[in-house]
């Protein structure tokens, strides 16, 4: 049987690329893409022994990722960032009606093809990394991920109520800040 070094060795070699692109893709942080790499590969070796061998090096490596980017997700959702309150008391008076200087634009409907647009990719990509972290979560899994409202809550450790409330506040940031940095060029 190999050695837990020289087996991880070889898979460093032969899944790191991949592993990364599916971490980037997964948070589009290249910082935190390569940490959680980093961090799969530890796992593998420290559990070197509990692989059995039954399945790919690879598939076993994802599983471990996989895992580690749930773990990142929680943490990072469970870190507060902002007072969600003070975002929506500046784009709302207190009887809940858009205060006039934050109406949204009425975008226009000749943009079907924005989302092809790399500029407008490179507006949306910077607008999502301004978000909290946590509502950055949540955009990610219910729209790039395509997951459901019921996985994601159990995903993050949040209530239905609460995982609505955030991708409301995040669109709402979302849309603020196209239109700052896209719609208004």
């Not at 000749?110 to 979560?137: M, R, T, V």
Request: charged share 25%; glycine share 2%; net charge negative.
């Amino acid at each position: 049987m190999e050695k837990p070094a020289e087996a991880t060795t070889c898979w460093v070699q032969l899944y790191s690329d991949s592993l990364y692109s599916w971490a980037l893709h997964k948070t589009s942080n290249k910082e935190t893409a390569e940490d959680l790499v980093q961090e799969t590969f530890l796992v593998a070796v420290k559990s070197f022994d509990s692989f059995k061998g039954d399945s790919n090096p690879k598939t076993w490596l994802f599983a471990i990722l996989n895992n580690k980017i749930n773990d990142y997700y929680r943490k990072n959702y469970r870190t507060p960032i902002v007072n969600d309150e003070a975002i929506f008391d500046r784009l709302f008076d207190n009887t809940g009606h858009w205060r006039p200087e934050q109406i949204p634009l009425q975008w226009a409907e000749q943009n079907e093809n924005i989302l092809h647009d790399n500029e407008f990719q490179h507006a949306l990509h910077n607008c999502l990394k301004k978000l909290p972290s946590n509502w950055f979560s949540a955009i990610q899994l219910k729209y790039i991920e395509e997951k459901k409202g019921s996985e994601i809550c159990q995903e993050l450790g949040i209530t239905d109520t609460n995982f609505w409330q955030i991708l409301h506040r995040a669109k709402l940031q979302l849309r603020k800040c196209l239109e700052i940095n896209w719609f208004k060029r």
